[in-house]
């Protein structure tokens, strides 16, 4: 019942609000018109990111007065640290709908951000010996452990950020990562953390409400939206149960096509953090294939491979799918 009304409420939220952050968007001049890399029809607000935030904030807030267990005595020190560092990186990220800010300031609003995860305990600080067996952890070092926290965060919000090309590509892959995190913790763990379930749960509820209006192109999120919804999940991943390798999972595709335009860039002495059309999902539209067929086949691969690491109880074999997947991607982008 907990799961019904965490999930149906964030969804009706997003369903309200979206139309209602749209007309904001259009009131406030946010909105993207056609040109450049931008091939829509009209002027379309960019303002979806505002209905995103409110429906899981809310949501989230609301799922602490449930009636579940909890078990992590800093369950809530981390719940304020994720709520505390979405709101930074939505306000700045509206700023950045206004004004398109540089990517040195988007970067340094990343860092921020990750550094206000840390401050309330959300880092990694161990995985688990994917070549060993039982409970075999690598703790890392605190300079590490600092290190591989933010490039973490600040990767998935780039990530995420960097995927909102199509219409609704980020929040559709954003459910489904979410949908993950959501099965891991409440059915897969021992004992079930319930309590931390409710977070994915409803950043998943939120997307899901937001894709109708985004999928008919009503409605784009933004960088608010894009950036909140990968900071979020970066956070998520952390905290639900530490499932870094299941996201990878999911997000592999996404990842790799970044990691590779970052190098392509490089190469050609380019800015990594300039816009464009080099993307994996905009060269395969390019290339003539349908928007709707690109969506379907980003949804149905991190779909397949987040059931592969909900499946696989061995860290090697999952290790062994994400090292062979990223290969295969590797070739084809060459």
Known sequence: MNFLIVFFLSLTLAL???????????KLGLADIPGGRRHHLGLIPRTGGLALYVA????????QGLPVPRFDPQEIIRL???????????????????WNLAPRWQYLVHAL??????VFLVFIEYVNNPLARGDNRIYFPFWFTIAFTMFWIMGMVNTVNWLDGLNGLAAGVTAI???????NAAFRLNPPQTSVSLLPLALMGACLGFLPWNLSARVFMGSSGAWFLGYTLGCLAIIGGAKVAAILLVMAVPIIDVAWLIFRRWRRGVSVGQGGRDHLHFRLLDAGLAEWKIVAGYYSFCAALGALA????SRLYKLIALVALGILVILALW
């Open 16 to 26: 309200t609000l979206t139309p209602l952050a749209g007309l904001v968007g259009r």
């Open 56 to 63: 899981f904030t809310l949501t989230a807030l609301i799922a």
């Open 80 to 98: 304020i640290g994720l709520l505390a560092g979405g709101a930074f990186v939505f306000v700045l990220a509206l700023a950045d709908d206004k």
């Open 113 to 118: 951000a990750a550094v206000i995860a840390i």
């Open 177 to 183: 990562a979410c949908a993950v995190l959501f099965i």
């Open 310 to 313: 909900l499946v696989t109880s």
